[in-house]
């Protein structure tokens, strides 16, 4: 059983910083990437910075220069720091795992539960 912890989701003012953080746990054999996608309220669940194995990082246009994706492998936790925050950051936030159980190819896809993030004055 493969679980995701995230944490560092709240409220912050237009301009503001989060650190967003996820934690994998579990049988894990490999990982294939890790990132975080969002979802606003009446909007499709959307990619906002996902890692791969080899260390490069997808960022969506939206966030570039804004949004730093980092991990520790050592522990499987990805970071997400996120500055200049704008209102239209204001989302909920998904920690997504790609990974393998196992020496065969398959792969297998995780969601986290989900953290809050609000950027409003």
């Known amino acids: 059983q493969v679980q995701l912890v995230e944490s560092g989701g709240g409220l912050v003012q237009p301009g503001g910083s989060l650190r967003l953080s996820c934690a994998a746990s579990?049988?894990?054999?490999?990982?294939?990437?890790m990132g975080w996608y969002r979802q606003a309220p009446g909007k499709e669940r959307e990619l906002v910075a996902v890692?791969?194995?080899?260390?490069?990082?997808n960022y969506a246009d939206f966030v570039k220069g804004r949004f730093t994706n980092s991990r520790e492998n050592a522990k499987n936790t990805v970071y997400l720091q996120m500055n200049s925050l704008k209102p239209e950051d204001t989302a909920v936030y998904y920690c997504?795992?790609?990974?393998?159980?196992?020496?065969?190819?398959?792969?297998?896809?995780?969601w986290g539960q989900g953290t809050q993030v609000t950027v409003s004055s």
């Open positions: 997504n795992l790609k990974c393998r159980l196992d020496r065969t190819i398959f792969e297998y896809g995780y």
């Open positions: 890692i791969a194995s080899g260390g490069s990082t």
């Open positions: 579990g049988s894990i054999f490999s990982i294939n990437s």
